[in-house]
Antibody
């Protein structure tokens, strides 16, 4: 069974960089041609997609996001990462990583989520 | 950007009753809609994709319907474990989620 687990700093100061990693176990991040995504949920709000990539390394980002975002893949460690630079309080959220299901654009496997708070 | 609007925001239902959740897209998304169940402290769970196809392991009491701009998720007989927030999501053009419907115990 594929499992995903987010890790990273739970507290980030404003204007600094938020960095998270999604470790994948039970399957290879490099096989199958699936997409891997970061999604977040600010407190009291709904889900918002941040960006996703394919195992080829091609990335797609939500054009509505205000903070600059980078998603990258690390095939040797079977993980992918998220960097959000120049964060503000609006970037406070639970961050989830997930993998595509049978149909591109849907997400079947999810991590448990990690709360990241932006505060000085 | 395609905007997904869910209604109602909160739905109060008694166990054993039927729940009907609605989702409207700001433009046609054909049948490219998924539904997720989300409980506090847990990962979202994919229920339905392609508008009406149940994901693996999802009970038959969950059903999806609709096409174009109007979609419905029906839970035929609510069980205690079904009380949660439900999100619709389109994946025709980029991705976007609805604001969610909280299904609570009446």
């Amino acid at each position: 069974q594929l499992q995903l687990q987010e890790s990273g700093s739970g507290l980030v100061k404003p204007s600094q960089t938020l960095s998270l990693t999604c470790n994948v176990s039970g399957g290879s991040i490099s096989s199958g041609g699936y997409s891997w995504i970061w999604i977040r949920q600010p407190p009291g709000k709904g889900l918002e997609w941040i960006g996703y990539l394919y195992d080829s390394g091609r990335t797609y980002y939500n054009p509505s996001l205000k903070s600059p975002v980078t998603i990258s893949i690390d095939r040797s460690n079977n993980q992918f990462s998220l960097n959000v630079t120049s964060v503000t309080a609006a970037d406070t959220a639970v961050y989830y990583c997930a993998r595509q299901g049978a149909v591109a654009g849907t997400f079947l496997y999810w991590g448990q989520g990690i709360l990241v708070t932006v505060s000085s | 950007e395609i905007v997904m609007t869910q209604s109602p925001a909160t739905l109060s239902v008694s166990p054993g009753e039927r729940a009907t959740l609605s989702c409207r897209a700001s433009q046609s998304v054909t049948r490219n809609v998924a539904w997720y169940q989300h409980k506090p402290g847990q990962a979202p769970r994919l229920l339905i994709y392609n508008g009406s196809t149940r994901a693996t392991g999802i009970p038959a009491r969950f059903s999806g319907s609709g096409s174009g701009t109007e979609f419905t998720l029906t839970i035929s007989s609510l069980q205690s474990e079904d009380f949660a927030v439900y999100y619709c999501q389109q994946y025709l053009r980029w991705l976007s989620f609805g604001g969610g419907t909280q299904v609570e115990i009446k």
